[in-house]
């Protein structure tokens, strides 16, 4: 209605307009109707920048077409950013534009479990000379947990360090997933004990993660201990975790 009042008035839209338009459509997945005003928009002769294009992909994204972002993103790469606007149709954000597509394709393979593609974005991002930020690593260490490699997941947690990165505890936790998937009970100690002697104190996920490792091998010596930390730390304990408890007692050996 309001881009119409516009060219009513005899104003004719930008590049601003028209990606406002697109963003409208794409925060709610509607990918086609995205992709329509992309189409009227070249048509009037507006070139797209970064920022259109990674509208279109976070619409693909919601809706798992993998696929359709990639070819936006592939696009939103030829843009020129030396001359490209630095707009945002609704937040700004000190990420650079194209900084925001290689996030936005690592996070959605790393959400549908793609750990490939999430670490073949983090090389695209990595060989355009652009260091990853938390969100980018945080995605392809998801995506490493997802897949249950702990000694990957390790060592991009060692990467975000070596960048100065400080890991909160979704990360940490992303980490222990992938131990625990593994059941890499070693590694899932060593995790746990960094976390702590960086100042980053561990959640109930965190907790319920450890207990599941140790559950698996019927260490429930180790769980009895985790659930002592818990408490003492004022947290309660949630329905993962007496879950691991249980499972703890009976893989125990001898019963």
């Avoid at 490792?213 to 002592?228: I, P, Q, R």
Wanted: aromatic share 8%.
């Amino acid at each position: 209605r309001w881009f119409l009042r516009l060219t009513d008035d005899g104003q004719t839209p930008d590049e601003v307009s028209y990606a406002t338009m697109i963003y409208a459509h794409a925060k709610h997945g509607a990918t086609e109707q995205a992709e329509k005003w992309l189409q009227h928009m070249l048509k009037a002769g507006v070139q797209p920048n970064v920022v259109t294009y990674n509208s279109l992909i976070v619409a693909c994204a919601r809706n798992g077409d993998i696929v359709g972002a990639e070819r936006w993103a592939y696009e939103a790469e030829n843009v020129d950013t030396t001359t490209e606007v630095m707009y945002r149709p609704v937040r700004s954000s000190k990420a650079e534009p194209i900084v925001v597509t290689y996030c936005s394709m690592i996070d959605a393979h790393a959400k549908v479990g793609d750990r490939d593609g999430a670490e073949r974005w983090h090389r695209r991002m990595s060989d355009r000379g652009l260091l990853p930020n938390r969100h980018a690593l945080s995605s392809v260490i998801t995506a490493c947990a997802k897949a249950g490699d702990a000694l990957a997941a390790n060592q991009y947690l060692m990467s975000m360090e070596k960048a100065e990165i400080q890991p909160d505890v979704v990360v940490y936790g992303s980490v222990l997933n992938a131990c625990a998937k593994a059941g890499d009970v070693d590694r899932a100690k060593k995790v746990f004990q960094h976390m702590q002697s960086s100042g980053v104190q561990p959640n109930n996920f965190v907790y319920s993660l450890m207990a599941q490792t140790f559950a698996y091998s019927g260490d429930w010596v180790e769980v009895e201990k985790l659930a002592s930390m818990l408490t003492k730390q004022g947290l309660a304990m949630n329905a993962h975790f007496l879950a691991a408890q249980l499972l703890s007692y009976g893989c125990a050996r001898p019963r």
